[in-house]
């Protein structure tokens, strides 16, 4: 049975620090890219971050270049989203994918909210 369990998610202040953690599990880790995902309310779900089978080539969207880091643990089948410098924008719920050719698997989310 696929599962991708997220955590970490939580209410902090602007400028504040999260990291986000997803767990998979039934299937194969290793040769599926992982991405992060968010949806906030009233709009659509837009690609935060990416990352490839081997950790390398992390791609992320405009909005949060410089403040967010995507990074994968092969052996723990675990991606992290360290998210730092938080706004409220940021806020959201926040899925993981594991994606290969036409398949996708999605987590359940994390919910995020960056407010004073």
């Known amino acids: 049975q696929v599962q991708l369990v997220e955590s970490g998610g939580g209410l902090v202040q602007p400028g504040g620090s999260l990291r986000l953690s997803c767990a998979a599990s039934g299937f194969t880790f290793s040769i599926y890219t992982m991405s992060w995902y968010r949806q906030a309310p009233g709009k659509e779900r837009e690609l935060v971050a990416a990352i490839s089978t081997t950790g390398g080539y992390p791609d992320y969207a405009n909005s949060v270049k410089g403040r967010f880091t995507i990074s994968r643990d092969n052996a723990k089948s675990t991606v992290y989203l360290q998210m730092i410098s938080l706004k409220p924008e940021d806020t959201g719920v926040y899925y993981c994918?594991?994606?290969?050719?036409?398949?996708?698997?999605w987590g359940q989310g994390t919910q995020v909210t960056v407010s004073s």
């Open positions: 994918a594991a994606a290969r050719t036409k398949r996708t698997y």
